[in-house]
């Protein structure tokens, strides 16, 4: 295989912005990708991408970085987040100007709405598609550039030599091959790991956290693993995502009553806990967007009005939809510095996958489109400029070959993977409390201890899903680890990690939880 100056791994929004910045430096540019770029987690956001464009109303650059800080939890980095916040209104306009096509104002303005935490209407967007029209753009604009794509690889490891990257070895899906992948320099962009969670997660069952624990095995740190954001309105019986938009545009929350209980404006969090407790004294909870009328609703929320009809039986427009919160979004990840790179050198990341200290404990709704695209940009550039000044030549060497011989096959790993989302949503969910992490965290290890009793029962080697199933079902064990180790380290309630049992914030955790390779966290 041709090496190549810059690598990515991922083919979601943050990958292919890193991709198209990195080609424009004059690398030579590869991504693979482990299902395809339209499936990636991005088309997900649903609701809009945050910039302080005053086109519905009167804001600013200031605005948005106090809005975000606020809603971080005084965790976050307040230099990072200036440098999201003002390249903002520039990520907007070259969005627009590389065609996505926003929904406009009645004079040709990119239109704007209100999300949860927002002062003001500042979310730009595409109807209730934003995300989607967002990633069709950019992998329309990395074909035209010739971009090189290999869809259906599987990252099984980041290779380095002397300290410095050198390529990945992947599994070619197709083929059941494993590849040799050289590079002069790799960005992860691999997305989240909210699917820890199984059914109780917004994500698609891909969102497993491959390129976080090939990250850390590298050698590289995550943090702030234990702040997992969750959405407070996923349809009930399939946790499919219903928008933050639908709420933005003057959506109600109510209960069995039909009796509003909490602003559903504000940030994440403190919804979701809301609708937590509702649900805990027994009562059903439901979206109610009826008053917005069935010719607003076409116009601006058709997707959720198409969702709620195809999972929930239900139309938006005459019926109230039954919602519960779920996983949706991790504020933790790799940790990397102000120019997207981790302590592994040639080794960056960006998108979800990264933690670039902006988010703190609770992100921001709209956040995470303008990270992708302003930490993508930075990412790729700066790996482009790593690669190409390299004056070391250094080489792949021989790699093992990945074997299930030690594995027999004697416990089912899909039921085990089952019980630890059941279990996560339960224990490791929006309430938590210090003695059942601490057993949840023995029950994880319990279930690594039996990882040799696990395997696959198709030994076959073109498109073998059970195969790759397991290899994600071992990754989620080792992020579930991490997550926990997080949360028991940090005796306090701050942002999307609410202790019952600890309830309050405390000044002496005001800090990141930063965990390298051998567990050790600081």
């Not at 979601?12 to 987690?41: C, D, F, H, M, W």
């Not at 009645?106 to 209100?114: L, V």
């Not at 057993?439 to 073109?462: A, H, R």
């Amino acid at each position: 295989m041709n090496k190549s100056d810059v690598l990515i791994i991922g083919a979601g929004g943050a990958g292919l912005v890193a991709a198209l910045n990195a080609y424009e430096s004059g690398a030579k540019v590869r991504v693979i990708t482990k299902e395809y770029p339209t499936r990636s987690q991005t088309c997900m956001a649903q609701g809009g991408i945050n910039a302080a464009l005053g086109n519905a109303g009167e804001d600013s650059v200031e605005a948005h970085v106090q809005n975000t800080l606020k809603s971080a939890k005084e965790i976050a980095n307040e230099e990072a987040i200036r440098v999201l916040c003002e390249s903002a209104p520039k990520a907007v306009k070259w969005l627009d100007a590389i065609g996505v096509c926003f929904s406009r104002t009645k004079d040709a303005k990119i239109a704007q709405r209100t999300l949860g935490g927002a002062s003001t209407p500042r979310a730009c967007y595409a109807q209730d598609y934003t995300g989607l029209k967002i990633l069709h753009t950019l992998y329309d604009r990395c074909l035209a550039c010739g971009i090189e794509i290999l869809n259906e690889r599987f990252l099984l490891d980041i290779l380095t030599n002397q300290d410095s990257v050198c390529g990945v070895k992947a599994l070619n899906i197709r083929s059941g091959e494993e590849e040799i992948y050289e590079s002069g320099s790799v960005i992860i962009a691999t997305g989240g790991y909210s699917r820890v969670y199984d059914k109780y997660s917004t994500n698609s069952s891909a969102t497993t956290g491959d390129g976080v624990v090939c990250a850390i095995e590298a050698g590289a740190r995550v943090s702030d693993m234990e702040f997992v954001q969750f959405h407070p309105t996923a349809l009930k019986g399939s946790s499919i995502l219903i928008s933050e938009s639908a709420r933005g545009a003057g959506g109600y929350l109510v209960n069995g009553e039909g009796d509003r209980f909490v602003n559903e404006l504000l940030p994440r969090d403190e919804v979701a806990r809301a609708i937590h407790n509702e649900i805990a004294k027994g009562e059903d909870i439901f979206l109610d967007i009826r008053h917005l009328g069935e010719e607003f609703i076409d116009e601006e929320l058709p997707q959720e009005r198409k969702l709620a009809k195809l999972y929930e039986n239900v139309d938006p427009v005459y019926d109230l939809v039954p919602i519960k919160p779920v996983a949706h979004y991790t504020m933790g990840g790799i940790e990397v510095d102000k120019n997207s790179s981790t302590i592994v050198k040639g080794l960056y990341a960006c998108g979800e996958c990264a933690n670039h200290r902006v988010h703190g404990a609770n992100r921001l709704g709209g956040n995470s489109l303008l990270e992708l695209i302003v930490f993508g940009k930075q990412a790729g550039a700066n790996a482009a400029e790593f690669a190409l000044s390299r004056e070391d030549t250094l080489f792949v060497q021989e790699q093992k070959a990945q074997t299930e011989q030690e594995y027999k096959n004697e416990v089912d790993f899909y039921k085990i993977r089952e019980e630890l989302g059941e279990m996560f949503y339960k224990n490791v969910g929006i309430s938590r409390e210090k003695s059942t992490l601490e057993d949840t965290l023995k029950k994880v290890e319990e279930f690594i201890f039996k990882l040799p009793l696990m395997g696959v029962s198709d030994k076959s080697k073109i498109y073998n899903t059970n195969y790759v199933e397991f290899l994600e079902f071992k990754n989620m064990l080792a992020l579930s680890r991490l997550i926990l180790t997080g949360a028991i380290s940090r005796d306090e309630s701050r942002g999307a990690h609410f202790r019952v049992d600890k309830p309050n914030e405390d000044d002496r955790f005001k800090m990141h939880t930063i965990i390298d390779k051998d567990g050790v966290v600081s």
